[in-house]
């Protein structure tokens, strides 16, 4: 029998709450956060007002790439270019090379799923990912 840790929809809504209170202080600034569990399947989704489609997929996107390459999207994008490839030789249209999304990790080392964070400047979107993660509580 196996014992596998999960993600809960209130540990996800935590994230999400601590995420959008730290971009709350602009306003002006919309973003959007994805968190998905181990299979990149979205747990709980948030976007602030007046935020444009593109980025709002690539949130979703980012939390998928942690989730399923076990590593943040940044170290999976600069892992790909050290070994000379690209995303699309991946065949997954939702994995991305990308800047902003952490991936869950359990104390055992397990993976929990991920969190993507898009709207902002690349760095911006990571340590906004970052709030997310240390309001879980892991």
Known sequence: MYDKPMLGLGQ???AIAAILAAANKEPDRPLAIAIVDDTGSMISYARMDRFRELPKRM???KAYTCALSGQ???DYAERLASQGRM???M???MLAAVQGGVVILH???SIMGGIGVSG???QEDEDLAKIGL???GL
């Open 12 to 14: 996800a809504q935590d």
């Open 59 to 61: 949130a979703l996107r």
């Open 72 to 74: 943040d999207s940044k």
């Open 87 to 89: 995303v699309a030789e």
């Open 91 to 93: 065949g997954d249209q």
């Open 107 to 109: 104390q055992s080392g």
């Open 120 to 122: 902002l400047a690349a």
């Open 134 to 136: 240390k309001a879980l």
